[in-house]
């Protein structure tokens, strides 16, 4: 099947008889002051904002193929009903939602998540290191939660994590989703760089330790950021290394300066990330709470733990 190209989509959006997604026809496209449909793209997809009767959804259309996208969003879909997480929303896979140039295209809807994307999120509290370090703690506690129920979300980095103004988490972009039962499925969506181990690039099939670099990543990052406000920067398209810092760190001046903080902790995150990127494959890499528990909190036991042994 051929693909439309996003001015396509973008145009038979304008119009709201092609959408064929019975919930969302009747909608209203959110539109920019030219009055053109607003969307946000990326790699695979087109998204755009639809208000019925005062809901906010986001409508979905994918520009790319995506292998055996229905059967992935299916088992997705499954899978996080009976896991029942918060930080999930619940989704849509729409066969034939929207008609572009004649073509009917399989389309996606979910509700308007309310928030602010990480890096937002980040840039409003850059002055406030216990709600990063607050977000941190909450960021963690969730990873660990998809650990325990063998999801990985594929495509961990700002644009896919929103911040509720009480610091709660929800997760968005379920496109490179591992569920238990996409085993040997191919890795097709590799993520953002800044946020991905070098040899994601060649790994092969989706796996439930597709996060683990990334989870280190964010929440070192976050870790750092609560310590070093000065370092922030919201321009760019990664957290806190470039991928080209990541593929050579040794030449990255910020990054050893890290790994040689005077907090232990960030010295220990940082370590731990120099170590990951010493190996060649993301399945030799470790969960974050492996790393906080052995080589943190074995160390520097949380305040709690201290007092409990007078
Ligand atoms: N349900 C949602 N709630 C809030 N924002 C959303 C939602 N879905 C998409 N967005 C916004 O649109 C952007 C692109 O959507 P996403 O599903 O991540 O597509 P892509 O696969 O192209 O990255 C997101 O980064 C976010 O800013
Ligand atoms: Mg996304």
């Given at each position: 099947m051929n693909y439309p190209s996003r001015t396509a989509i973008v145009n038979s959006v304008?119009?709201?008889?092609?959408?064929?997604d019975t919930f969302l026809s009747g909608g209203f496209v959110t539109k920019t002051s030219g009055g053109k449909p607003k969307f946000w793209s990326g790699g695979f997809s087109i998204v755009f904002q639809i208000d019925t009767g005062g809901e906010l959804w986001a409508f979905k259309v994918w520009h790319t193929e995506l292998k055996d996208n229905k059967f992935r969003y299916t088992t997705v879909s499954e899978v996080l009903e009976k896991c029942a997480l918060p930080y999930f929303t619940e989704f849509e896979y729409v066969e034939n939602g929207v008609l572009v140039d004649g073509v009917l295209m399989d389309t996606h809807r979910m509700p308007w998540v309310d928030g602010a994307p990480l890096k937002d999120y980040i840039n409003s509290n850059i002055t406030n290191p216990v709600k990063l370090a607050n977000l941190a703690s909450k960021f963690q506690l969730m990873v660990a939660e998809f650990h325990k129920h063998n999801i990985a979300h594929g495509d961990l980095q700002h644009g896919n994590i929103i911040v509720q103004d009480d610091g709660e988490i929800s997760v968005i972009d379920y496109d490179s989703f591992f569920v238990?039962?996409?085993?040997?499925?191919?890795?097709l969506i590799k993520g953002q760089g800044g946020y991905q181990h070098p040899s994601r690039y060649y790994n092969l099939t989706i796996n439930e330790k597709l996060d683990y670099f990334s989870e280190l990543v964010i929440y070192t990052s976050l870790i750092v950021y609560s310590e070093h406000?000065?370092?922030?920067?919201?321009?760019?398209?990664?957290?806190?290394?470039?991928k080209e810092d990541l593929e050579t760190?040794?030449?990255c001046t910020l990054f050893m300066s890290l790994k040689k903080s005077d907090n232990p902790k960030i010295a220990i995150l940082m370590s731990t990330m120099h170590e990951f990127l010493r190996c060649?494959?993301?399945?030799?890499l470790l969960p974050l709470e492996d790393i906080i528990n052995s080589k943190i909190n074995a160390k520097f036991p949380p305040l709690d733990d201290i007092t409990d042994k007078f």
């Open positions: 304008k119009y709201p008889a092609l959408i064929r238990e039962g996409l085993q040997g499925l191919p890795d406000p000065e370092l922030w920067s919201y321009d760019t398209d990664w957290l806190l290394f470039s760190p040794e030449l060649e494959d993301i399945t030799q």
